[in-house]
């Protein structure tokens, strides 16, 4: 495993995490059932969306990390290897 895929995998970690609690909280917090029914059914949406969300944020995360990478490697890795 790559120092880069490590990386990926700690930061899409704790950002999939922090999505997905937060979707999950707003969509509980900002409901208001009153039968069991649909208190199952906003815990249910606010675990799916909530881990859509999370999804995503991995997608966008990657795609930052991979950026941030190729920017370093044009940018500091090729240029000190051109003035050395």
């Given at each position: 495993?790559?120092?880069?895929?490590?990386?990926?995998?700690?930061v899409?970690?704790?950002?999939m995490?922090?999505?997905?609690?937060?979707v999950?909280?707003?969509?509980?917090?900002?409901?208001?059932?009153?039968?069991?029914?649909?208190?199952i059914?906003v815990?249910?949406?606010g675990?799916?969306l909530?881990?859509?969300?999370a999804?995503a944020?991995?997608?966008w995360?990657?795609?930052?990390?991979?950026?941030?990478?190729?920017?370093?490697t044009?940018?500091v890795t090729e240029?000190?290897?051109?003035?050395?």
């Open positions: 495993m790559t120092k880069t895929e490590i990386a990926k995998r700690v899409s970690g704790l950002v995490f922090s999505t997905a609690s937060v999950k909280q707003v969509i509980q917090n900002s409901t208001s059932a009153t039968t069991i029914s649909e208190r059914a815990i249910i949406a675990h799916v909530g881990a859509i969300a999804d944020s991995k997608v995360t990657d795609d930052k990390i991979d950026e941030l990478i190729a920017w370093w044009k940018n240029k000190s290897q051109v003035s050395v």
